[in-house]
Structures are given as structure tokens and as C-alpha cells.
């Protein structure tokens, strides 16, 4: 079993900057890739960054390629998702999640554990 729990969300102006924390607790956490996806209004959830935990080999959408930073420490058991030049259409709720599989996979279909989300909103 993994939990995890979003935290940092919140209203910022478009090119500021936000940094959700995702903090993972259970057993074998370390051995997942942890992602993080994003859901606006009436639109389907996207893959928007991924970590693998033990190796730290990280994949982002091109979207947010240059502007998003995934990264772990290990001693909080936390990921975050740095974002920088923040735009309107980034505003959506962010979710992390954790998949055991070995490689990165950008389908929410493969992702087995979700925190509860945490609103981002962007005002232009």
C-alpha cells in the first residue's frame, strides 16, 4: 500500500510560480514511479511529470517542458513539482500518484494509488 498526500496549491498571476509537495508514506514506495497529472474543468486527466524514485530519471509533457521541475527527497519521503512562468491554462487540479511499474508510463490507467488533488489556479 502507498498513501499520499498534495499539498501547495493555490491562486497565483500568470508567470509566477508554485511548488506542490507530494508526501508518500507505505512500504514499498521507493521501488514506484510517482507522477503527477492535472485535471481542468470538464477535460479528461493529463500526464503532466514523472519520477522514478530509485533511479531519479524523470519525463515531463511537452507543455511544461522548461518551466516544471520534478525532483524527491528522500529523507521527507516527499516529491515535488517545482513550477515556474505559470500560465492560465495550466489551472487545473493537480493529482501525484504512484504506479509500481518499472519505466515511466504517462496513462493514468497504470497508476494504482492517488492523493485527494490539490487546486492550482493561474489568473491572467
Known sequence: QVQLVESGGGLVQAGGSLRLSCAASGRTFRSYVIGWFRQA???????????????????????????????????????????????PEDTAVYYCAATSTIVIDTSSREYDYWGQGTQVTVSS
Do not use: H
Open 41 to 87: 474543468p470538464e477535460k479528461e486527466r493529463k500526464f503532466v511529470a514523472a519520477i522514478q524514485w530509485s533511479r531519479g530519471n524523470t519525463y515531463y509533457t511537452d507543455s511544461v517542458k522548461g518551466r516544471f521541475t520534478i525532483s524527491r527527497d528522500n529523507a521527507k519521503n516527499t516529491v515535488y513539482l517545482q513550477m515556474n512562468s505559470l500560465k
